[in-house]
């Protein structure tokens, strides 16, 4: 029996935390994930992304998302897609000429997914958005760790990922 996602293509475009988890768990079930990576791009983390966790499963191309070739080729990707999936801060994807207005009108039927720390709008929506941080502010951290100490940075990333990858995917 295929699995549930069989036949499902999906363009993420290569971020931190929330985004990649989702397309890691697409991919786990089945989906068709093409990462999107930025050229001579370097990751914050010092893993090879070979065997980065949150690539599991997904394909990998490098395109200059800053360059009028490289967008018009993340839209004839997305021309083949069922869903984009980002998470990067608002107004990024629109200055790259790739925001939901743009990609939609091209191709209605796309599922544009995004993820950002503080949602589109709002007092904190260019703030950098990072699981410590959400957790803080909503009293989750202060449940965390020995009473009367300062709370520990968990081990585990609640937010970004129970929070934000599951909820997108």
Avoid: W
């Avoid at 890691?24 to 093409?34: F, R, S, T």
């Avoid at 410590?132 to 009473?147: D, H, Q, R, T």
């Amino acid at each position: 029996m295929p699995p549930p996602l069989h036949g499902v293509k999906v363009i993420e475009l290569a971020g931190i935390g929330p985004a990649p988890f989702c397309g890691m768990l697409l991919a786990d079930l089945g989906a068709d994930v093409l990462r999107v990576d930025r050229v001579g791009a370097t990751s914050d983390l010092s893993i090879d992304p070979r065997f980065d966790l949150m690539n599991r499963g997904k394909r990998s191309v490098a395109i200059d998302l800053k360059s009028e070739e490289g967008t018009a080729l993340v839209l004839a990707l997305c021309a083949r897609a069922d869903a984009l999936i980002e998470g990067f801060r608002p107004g990024v994807m629109e200055r790259l000429g790739l925001g939901p207005d743009v990609v939609r009108s091209r191709h209605p039927r796309l599922v544009y997914g995004r993820m950002t720390g503080f949602g589109q709008s709002g007092p904190l929506s260019q703030a950098a958005g990072h699981d410590l941080n959400y957790l803080a502010l909503s009293g989750v951290l202060s449940g965390i760790g020995v009473p009367g100490a300062p709370p520990p940075p968990p081990l585990n990333v609640i937010a970004d990922m129970g929070g934000g990858g599951m909820v997108l995917a």
